[in-house]
């Protein structure tokens, strides 16, 4: 019993970990529970589906993609979506329906609402739902060859998919600000604990996991953020949403300069009595569950400790920033004890800048340009496809649009189609053993269906192979409760989504060709720029309060520079794989030194620069300021492709100003060595 209870403890905290929030876990139980209630009321609660095969199949995955592809901010936006879903699904299908009496005009009117279901990603969230539902329900009326007399049962299945999927989002699985806020507090508290097991009770250490787990943090501190701004913090846990963005990058930043330190310092300084106290009172801060009583006690002790250790010495400097984290902990862990405020929990409001994407690459707007992309891939898809299966084509045409869905660049659309061709190869193989092992039972192949969902949009934002996986063998599974499965069928599948693939990498590289690189160059430039932006708003007084949401702002930079890196970090044939992932971890440890200069900026009243009163620091400070922004100017033109000349070192040592003691200049000192860690990753990446 006792093995029992610590694996489920075990697989909770892992999910805690991988999952913050349980997200993922939601929007995929969400997703089941709409699929399987619809498929039940389309079939009269249980009777075979063979007498409404139309219906219960376009109803299915009209509940698939409300349920999962709805991404409006609030809930409130979320269910006018939903609802008005069925308007431009209702359209589809019936001009499906009309279009197939007239032959190959219902494939040329495909590649046309295919186009234009991209086109509308313009709009934001609304848009893109709007375009994917679209094209689910014309490619079902295609694939169910529907006429003029099917056209109600169609119907039936969207209002009856729409009305479920409101339904669950409304009143099964509603959203609960207040549970998703305490739990991604609990997933940021549980991925540090995992963080200072890697530095401090692991024998040897490893790098790479503790670089894993500082990104999960990072990660998950900007999921708060996100809720943020969706909800009230007041009227769910009790504080401001300011005072909770605070505790949250305060408990960040510290944890970061924590981890690191421990995992730099020598064995022995790790076990050195004032660095053991100091790490005891984190684990305790870290405890679940632990009360206000408990969490008060480890604040003052922290506080008290604190005045007694040395910064000069590299045991005292550890021993004070892991107390600092202890502190920072201790006080999140009390979110969520306080009486909420009465009232809506959450903001009805939209955010700025989500209601419409309107990037724009030389003069042709993103949305547009993949639109023209995904025409012309769909127009030779539907002709490639012809020659391999004159009654399957479509699904050459689906891949070769599906292949576009969050992709933009080559490199983007060469990995999305492989990664699809190699989940239906598996899924096609695996789902013809279930099936043939399930034989002809309805409520084993009606689990394997909603098992198979769920797997998969669990993993959509994880794995994009393993969902695709998941749904090709969910597919097998709604063949064989259909009664037309056959190995044929599959087969052809993977020839059609084989030939899509292609189809659509050609396009990504002929037609309005993105390159890769010249994506990510311009991500590093919008990087550095608001860094140094943030670095001369941290030296000013005007900009203090904004600080924490200007460093968000910077992560979300960092992150878009990370995607834009992906295509040449996964592709074996790329051209300087390695220098690139080196890139992205100097960058990162650009960041966390920036959170470590907002947060000494925000602790003070004051700029460095007025509080600074001696006259040597406030030279230095101003020299290196001037320093680091002529240095990332430099790295600016490099990455633009300009020749620059590597800075020499500084002239004068700064090490007697770091190590002078504190006094009316300690705030300028605090800022100092974040300063210097960016100025000198900088110059590394100028060398």
């Given at each position: 019993m006792t093995r029992l209870t610590d694996a489920v403890r075990s697989a909770l905290r892992y999910l805690t970990i991988t999952d913050p929030g349980f997200l993922r876990l939601r929007n995929a139980a969400t997703t089941v529970a709409a699929l399987g209630l619809v498929m039940l009321t389309l079939t009269g609660f249980g009777h075979p589906v063979s007498h409404a095969v139309p219906?219960?199949?376009?109803?299915?995955?009209?509940?698939?993609q409300s349920a999962s592809g709805v991404s409006d901010h609030t809930q409130r936006e979320r269910v006018v979506t939903?609802?008005?879903l069925s308007v431009p699904a209702l359209a589809a299908v019936t001009l499906g329906a009309v279009l197939l009496r007239y032959g190959r005009v219902a494939g040329i009117a495909f590649v046309g609402v295919l186009f234009l279901a991209v086109w509308l990603r313009r709009w934001g969230p609304r848009g893109h739902a709007s375009g994917m539902i679209m094209?689910?329900?014309?490619?079902?009326?295609?694939?169910?060859?529907?006429?003029?007399?099917?056209?109600?049962?169609?119907?039936?299945?969207i209002c009856t998919g729409v009305a479920v999927t409101i339904v669950v989002r409304v009143f099964l699985l509603p959203e609960r600000p207040r549970r998703e806020i305490r739990s991604l507090v609990r997933a940021l508290r549980a991925q540090t604990r995992a963080g200072l097991d890697v530095v401090y009770r692991a024998e040897t250490p490893d790098p790479t996991a503790l670089q894993r787990i500082l990104d999960r943090i990072g990660d998950t501190a900007m999921m708060i953020e996100d809720w943020l701004d969706r909800n009230d913090a007041d009227e769910c846990v009790g504080i401001s949403n300011s005072e909770l963005a605070k505790l949250v990058f305060e408990a960040q930043v510290s944890t970061e300069e924590a981890l690191e330190v421990l995992d730099q310092a020598p064995t022995e300084v790790r076990h050195l009595a004032a660095t053991e106290r100091a790490t005891a009172e984190f684990e305790a801060a870290l405890r679940p569950g632990s009360s206000r009583f408990e969490a008060t006690t480890i604040e003052r002790s922290a506080s008290t400790a604190a005045k007694t250790f040395d910064s000069s010495t590299e045991e005292g400097l550890a021993a004070l920033l892991v107390d600092r984290a202890a502190r920072a902990h201790a006080a999140l862990s009390c979110v969520g004890r306080e009486q909420p405020s009465p009232g809506r929990a959450t903001r009805e409001h939209a955010v700025a800048g989500t209601s419409r994407a309107t990037g724009n690459d030389g003069g042709v707007s993103a949305s547009t340009r993949t639109a023209i992309q995904v025409a012309v891939a769909a127009s030779i898809a539907t002709v490639l496809g012809e020659l391999v299966s004159p009654e399957r084509w479509y699904w050459a045409v689906l891949t070769a649009f599906l292949v576009y869905n969050g992709a933009s660049t080559r490199g983007e659309v060469l990995l999305r189609a492989g990664d699809r061709v190699i989940g239906t190869i598996g899924g096609v193989v695996i789902g013809m053993l279930l099936v043939a092992a399930v034989g002809n039972h309805p409520a084993a192949l009606i689990a394997l269906v909603l098992t198979t969902v769920f797997f998969a949009f669990y993993l959509v934002s994880v794995n994009y192979v393993a969902m695709t996986f998941f749904m090709t063998v969910m597919l097998a599974g709604l063949y064989g409760l259909l009664g037309e499965f056959s190995l044929d069928v599959l087969v052809v599948r993977i020839e059609e989504t084989t030939v899509g693939a292609i189809v659509g990498i050609a396009a990504a590289y002929l037609v309005l060709a993105i390159d890769s690189r010249d994506v990510l160059t311009r991500a590093i430039d919008s990087y550095l720029t608001r860094l140094s932006d943030l670095i001369g708003d941290c030296m000013s007084a005007t900009a203090a309060p904004d600080l924490i949401a200007k460093a968000r702002a910077l992560d979300s930079d960092l992150a878009a520079v990370t995607a834009a890196a992906t295509p040449l970090v996964r592709d074996p044939m790329a051209r300087g794989r390695t220098t690139v992932v080196w890139l992205d971890c100097r960058l990162r440890e650009i960041d966390r030194a920036a959170h470590a200069l907002v947060k000494s900026a925000v602790m003070t009243t004051q700029p460095a620069s007025e509080v600074a009163t001696d006259t040597r620091t406030r030279e230095v400070l101003a020299t290196t300021v001037c320093r680091v922004h002529d240095n990332i100017d430099l790295l600016r033109r490099r990455n633009a492709g300009a020749r620059v000349t590597v800075p020499e070192t500084p002239p004068e040592s700064l090490a007697d100003v770091l190590q002078s003691p504190p006094g009316d200049g300690a705030a300028a000192l605090s800022v100092l060595p974040p300063l210097l860690c960016i100025d000198r990753t900088v110059v590394d990446l100028l060398a």
């Open positions: 219906a219960v199949l376009l109803g299915s995955y009209v509940a698939i939903t609802v008005f094209y689910i329900a014309y490619f079902y009326a295609l694939v169910l060859h529907a006429g003029i007399s099917e056209l109600p049962s169609l119907y039936l299945g």
